[in-house]
């Protein structure tokens, strides 16, 4: 099977706009990394010119391949880039001959990261609304998962506050922020959860209540 590049697409909320992550983000965004401190303890953030450019470029290759699609998160109170986040291990399983399907079949939404003052803001709760939404209802996936150290307790209280199911630990299964293996903490959403997920969700920005990390 031939797996053809993601089509790009910007993602509009009343708080946030994702968009596709490209070369003319890296000073913006290279400026919003560099507030972060102790918040990017658990993630890998980019701080340094050539180190932004080579974030985007993977981004790149990734959409081209077809396995992925990065954002650039931007506040649309004051149009400042805040973060980033992405799709990314898009699946297309195996199927016998004739019975391919082109749409995808599940993927991960991570390397998420905000700066300190787009936190508790709506940002991160609506921006995984409009991402699970077009993962759910454009691609039609049939499972979104989530992977965060496991010793990352905000970051699990917040896919947990999205609700996302808690699969179990992966050990040793990707390299920490400290450049050691690390354990994952594993969650997902599948399709015939989503309309529960979404009504929670929607309901939450709308009583503006954001989370722990949104």
């Known amino acids: 099977m031939v797996i053809a590049p993601v089509t790009p697409v910007v993602l509009e909320g009343e708080h946030v706009r994702l968009e596709p992550l490209s070369e003319a983000h890296a000073a913006p965004l290279l400026a919003a990394a560099r507030q972060g401190g102790e918040l990017f303890r658990w993630t890998t953030i980019p701080q340094t010119a050539p180190?932004?450019?080579?974030?985007?470029?993977?981004?790149?290759?990734?959409r081209e391949q077809g396995s992925g699609l990065a954002f650039a998160s931007v506040r649309r109170s004051d149009e400042v880039v805040v973060g980033s986040t992405r799709f990314f291990l898009i699946e297309h399983w195996l199927r016998p001959p004739g019975q391919e399907r082109a749409a995808a079949d599940g993927c991960e939404?991570?390397?998420?990261?905000?700066?300190?003052?787009?936190?508790?803001?709506g940002i991160n709760l609506e921006a995984k609304l409009l991402m699970l939404e077009h993962a759910f209802e454009v691609w039609g996936v049939h499972r979104v998962c989530f992977h965060t150290d496991a010793r990352n307790e905000r970051s699990r209280a917040a896919l947990e506050g999205i609700g996302a199911q808690f699969e179990g630990v992966l050990r040793a299964h990707r390299l920490s922020a400290e450049l050691t293996p690390r354990d994952s903490a594993r969650y997902s959403i599948l399709s015939s959860e989503w309309p529960r997920v979404r009504g929670q969700?929607?309901?939450?920005?709308?009583?503006g209540r954001p989370g722990r990390r949104g």
């Open 201 to 207: 969700l929607a309901a939450r920005l709308a009583a």
């Open 51 to 62: 180190e932004m450019a080579d974030y985007i470029a993977t981004a790149l290759s990734w």
């Open 109 to 121: 939404i991570g390397f998420t990261w905000l700066t300190p003052g787009a936190i508790r803001s």
